[in-house]
């Protein structure tokens, strides 16, 4: 390839001419006019096509000529009036470069012949040698060379306006020696991306506009061009600084005989972005930026397989926030969410490198640390996690504060790191149902698990089939003893282990959401029994109280429940009063007061169980809808007997009076306590002492 280098402006117009259609235009330069008429009747007759011929006598008037216009080809005779030898032929090349010269002499002598056509003549004919055949072959080959010349042009014109106007970055760099990578030409998009004129870039290398290690790369992708295209991912640094990811395809053209790279640059930088971020999406939690479960599980099966080599064993340290759930049902997601990426953050700032955390999901955080030689050290460890989290909440509103039980399991190959994720979880579980904080995993664990897994499926079969009852307390007047009410408290008549408890499968049923469905279960049974226990009860019908976990506050979940419950059973509505427990009254959840407002709207009474005891501040009871309260039964315990527990047991009964809420006295199972409670001003009585919780068959039977 030729002329690259020339300006793209006249190569085009050119161009544009040489695709003209004929006829031809030739010119024939020749003073003598025998020869004139000669050239032209051999051409009338064998012309290779339709043709115009113009004849001039002087070298002068056909360069005047030419630049009126321009010939396809030139029949050029070199002796001129006006001029004489290859001095014709230089002078009308020099006028005319680019379009064929057919030489036409009298002079048979091969050295003149050999050296017009070193200058560029197409053909040199000598006059009286040739034939009209000969002349018109002559002029078609001549013009049949030129017409390749011309598409190469055309080529050439072409390429060259793909890569002027490339919307991506484009350098011709040389390859030789010490030009390897010096920017020959480049392109509009390239100027761009580098934030360079065109002449800077121009003859720069292009390696220098790259960072450091991509330098490297480019040039060895140069360095080898000449036996591989290459194509690799270079950091550009644009002259404002930013850095960009380009990606570079490195290959061989042939630009004037020489071998040349062209090199095209595509800023990938968004794409690469994207991809990094799908990568992350994939890989890490969104929370806390910590790895996810995909990346946990890979993590920790390189560190087991590493251990395979090492001295020291992989330490799993499973932790779990206790009371999360709490911090979530009562103050929101977003706080929840908020302690999450503290925890995170602290837990990362108490590893040590190498080491790695990981949130799996929800409350729930993995440690991963090599190298453990001890199980004191493993202890030690989970320590230092445990100190890191108790910091966590601090900051936060109110302050919801955080325990996290830590389950460590140690472990080396061959142990899979599923199983060492199961061992640490069981660990876990250990040390937290025990309250130790920190357990060590032993093979009894994993037993536990599977049986809590086992309550869980149990504990949801006992819900859709028939084995949850209801034990029902009578609550009594303090001041006659007389029935006014029950409370309904449920049991699990499991068929193996027999009548179940709360306490037995409460906490998994929270844990797992299942409370939801079985609160709806109790009130329905509830409202269905104490409405048929009233039908015999003429004018003193018996009051229901029911348990309600948080997790039924969900925006018209109870609402719903509560509502079905009634109009099933018949139960009058101002009958039914909900227990929740006090860390309602932490709830700064929004929905939870509509919620409760909701319920009352319909009739029934909402109050505070266990009262006095946790969260409660007094002043919040005045914000919520509550008609009752029911005093925590340490203070049955202890009233009588403690001054502090009389004093606030006086002070709530004496908020309750100013309210107007009627105070229960729960866990009443001595007549000292009776009394001192009934004294203290309860309106209500609850406990062993005035009656077991019984289920309605028995109760019948010893009725
Ligand atoms: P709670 O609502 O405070 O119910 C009173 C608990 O104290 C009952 O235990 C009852 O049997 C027990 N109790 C009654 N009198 C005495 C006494 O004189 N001394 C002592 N020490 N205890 C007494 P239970 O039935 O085991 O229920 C435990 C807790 O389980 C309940 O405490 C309540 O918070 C929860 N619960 C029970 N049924 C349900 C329910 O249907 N839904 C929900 N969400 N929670 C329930
Ligand atoms: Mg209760
Ligand atoms: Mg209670």
């Not at 010349?149 to 080529?155: D, I, K, N, R, V």
């Not at 104490?530 to 003429?538: C, H, K, L, Q, Y």
């Amino acid at each position: 390839m030729t002329g690259l280098a020339d300006p793209p402006q006249s190569q085009r117009a050119r161009s544009a001419r040489e695709h003209e259609p004929a006829p031809l235009r030739l010119l024939l330069v020749e003073d003598d006019d025998a020869d004139a008429r000669l050239v032209a009747e051999s051409l009338r007759d064998v012309a290779p096509g339709p043709h115009a011929l113009e004849r001039v006598a002087r070298l002068a008037d056909a360069l005047e000529g030419v630049a009126q216009q321009r010939p396809d080809l030139v029949l050029l005779d070199l002796s001129l009036p006006d001029s004489g030898g290859l001095d014709t032929l230089a002078r009308t090349r020099a006028a005319l470069s680019g379009t064929p010269i057919v030489v036409l002499t009298g002079l048979d002598d091969g050295q003149t012949a050999r050296e017009a056509l070193r200058q560029g003549a197409q053909d040199y004919l000598v006059k009286g040698a040739y034939d009209p055949g000969l002349l018109a072959k002559t002029v078609q080959h001549a013009l049949e060379r030129h017409a390749v010349t011309a598409a190469l042009h055309a080529s050439e014109q072409r390429f060259r306006e793909v890569f002027d106007n490339a919307p991506i970055g484009m350098a011709l760099c040389g390859l030789a020696g010490d030009e390897l990578g010096r920017v020959l030409r480049a392109n509009a998009a390239l100027c761009r991306l580098s934030g360079l004129p065109m002449h800077e870039l121009v003859s720069t290398r292009l390696a220098a506009l790259f960072d450091a290690p991509s330098r490297e790369l480019l040039v060895a992708a140069l360095g080898a061009a000449e036996v591989h295209d290459a194509t690799l991912i270079a950091v550009l640094r644009h002259a404002d600084g930013a850095l960009r990811s380009l990606e570079a395809t490195v290959a061989l053209v042939e630009l004037a005989g020489e071998a040349t790279a062209i090199v095209q640059l595509v800023d990938v930088t968004a794409r690469l972005e994207a991809e990094e971020s799908l990568r992350a999406l994939a890989l890490y939690d969104q929370l806390t930026g910590l790895l996810n479960r995909t990346l946990l599980q890979e993590q920790l099966a390189l560190a087991l397989r590493r251990s395979a080599r090492g001295t020291g064993q992989v330490g799993v340290f499973y932790l779990d926030l206790d009371g999360f759930k709490h911090v979530n049902d009562t103050y929101g997601h977003a706080v929840g969410d908020q302690l999450l990426a503290q925890v995170a953050q602290r837990l990362q700032s108490a590893l040590r490198a190498g080491d790695a955390a990981a949130r799996p999901g929800g409350d729930e955080f993995v440690v991963i640390c090599e190298g453990i030689t001890s199980s004191e050290m493993a202890q030690r460890i989970a320590r230092r996690l445990q100190a890191a989290v108790r910091g966590s909440g601090a900051g936060t509103q109110s302050g919801p504060r955080v325990r996290g039980s830590v389950g460590v399991c140690l472990a080396r190959h061959p142990v899979e790191a599923d199983e060492a994720l199961r061992r640490a979880d069981a660990a876990m579980y250990t040390a937290k149902r025990s309250g130790s904080g920190v357990a060590l995993y032993s093979a009894g664990m994993a037993r536990a698990t599977s049986e809590r897994l086992a309550l869980e499926s149990a504990l949801r079969a006992a819900i859709d089939g028939d084995e949850l009852r209801v034990a029902y307390q009578p609550l009594r007047s303090a001041d006659d003893c007389a029935v006014r009410g029950v409370e309904a408290l449920v049991r699990w008549a499991h068929p193996e282990l027999g009548m179940l408890r709360p306490a037995a499968f409460l906490d998994t049923a929270e844990a797992t959401g299942l409370i939801v469905p079985l609160g709806a279960r109790v009130l329905e049974l509830a409202c269905a029994q104490v409405a048929s226990w009233n039908r015999d009860r003429g004018d003193a019908p018996l009051a229901l109280w029911v348990n309600v976990a948080n997790q039924q506050l969900a925006p018209s979940v109870l609402t719903d429940q509560v509502r079905a419950a009634l109009a099933a059973s018949g139960l009058p509505p101002w009958l039914l009063r909900l227990e929740l427990t006090e860390q309602v009254l932490l709830a700064a959840r929004a929905g939870m007061v509509e919620e409760l407002s909701a319920i009352t709207a319909l009739g029934v009474g909402v109050g505070l169980d266990d009262f006095g005891t946790g969260y409660g501040a007094l002043g919040a009871v005045a914000r919520l809808p509550v008609s009752f309260l029911k005093l925590d039964r340490v203070f049955a315990a202890q009233a009588p007997t403690d001054a502090t527990a009389a004093a606030i047991c006086r002070a709530v009964i004496g908020l309750g009076a100013d309210l107007d809420l009627t105070v229960v006295g729960e866990g009443v199972e001595e007549e000292g306590q009776r009394a001192w409670l009934a004294r203290a001003g309860c309106d209500l009585l609850q406990g062993h002492l005035l009656g077991e919780p019984a289920l309605p068959d028995v109760d019948l039977r010893e009725r």
